[in-house]
């Protein structure tokens, strides 16, 4: 497993290869099997191959063109009636106050993060998006205000190997016991 954690690296270059529908299926399949609170299971996902959509995500995603040339997009929501099945109050966004709301999006980001690391091992590179604002990514793709985006992730064949970021080491961020 360390591997696909030592390999992955945010990919902003794609080649043309097109992604084949049973690798899209797996990443996905792997998102789905991730732990959440209460297995609440809130992630959802939308997966983009249409080019004019891809634009249109990218123009939200405060005009990032370099993501349209990833072949798939994966948006991943956030559904809070997970956790409140009733709910019918204003859009979701990052002024909600709702605790609720925080729980659904660390769960789903377990979910985005299994992608990422199954996409990884697959050979295909991705990028986790979410500079967008949610009322514009919501627009372009017509998603309900029930639901949170908490990423757009760019797959597709890597045209870029990017070096390894630096990390901090374990002394710099490990205490044991007590803070």
Known sequence: MLEPILDRRSIRKYTDEPVPDAAVEQILEAARLAPSGNNTQPWRFL?????ATRRAIAEASHRQAWMTTAPVHVVCTADIRCRIPDY?????DDDSPLPELKKVIRDAA??????????????????????FTQPE??????????????AVITVGHAAESPEPRPRRSLAELVRAERW
């Not at 997966?47 to 080019?51: L, M, Q, S």
């Open 137 to 150: 990514i919501r627009a372009a793709l017509d998603i309900p205000g029930d639901q949170y985006v908490v």
């Open 47 to 51: 997966v983009v191959r249409d080019a």
């Open 88 to 92: 019918d109050g204003p859009p979701l």
């Open 110 to 131: 377990i979910g985005v993060e299994h992608l990422v690391l199954e996409a990884t091992a697959l050979g295909l590179g991705t990028c986790w998006v979410a500079w």
